[in-house]
């Protein structure tokens, strides 16, 4: 369900409401019983539902390991504990 933005032209209250597209304006402020304007919003952003949009869907798969740079320094941590992306020698 849509929600709209009213403002009251008397007391500037500001607020939003849920309403079905097929009701009408609202006519009255909540507070002071004054005119409202319905203000023109920016809209949501696009939802994507379903499978195919998370970032993982389409990640690049990982090429060969990187080579270690010549004269790199061994690595000081157990292979275990180095991260995956290590360009040392163990």
Do not use: W
Request: net charge positive.
């Amino acid at each position: 369900m849509p929600h709209y933005d009213y403002e009251c032209q008397k007391c500037k209250h500001v607020f939003e409401i849920y309403q079905s597209m097929t009701s009408g304006h609202l006519k009255k402020c909540p507070k002071c019983k004054g005119p409202l304007k319905r203000l023109i919003g920016g809209g949501a952003g696009i939802i994507f539902k379903g499978t195919g949009f998370y970032e993982t869907d389409y990640k690049k798969k990982l090429g060969p390991e990187p080579m270690p740079r010549p004269g790199a320094k061994p690595c000081e941590k157990a292979a275990s504990s180095c991260p995956a992306n290590c360009k040392h020698k163990h």
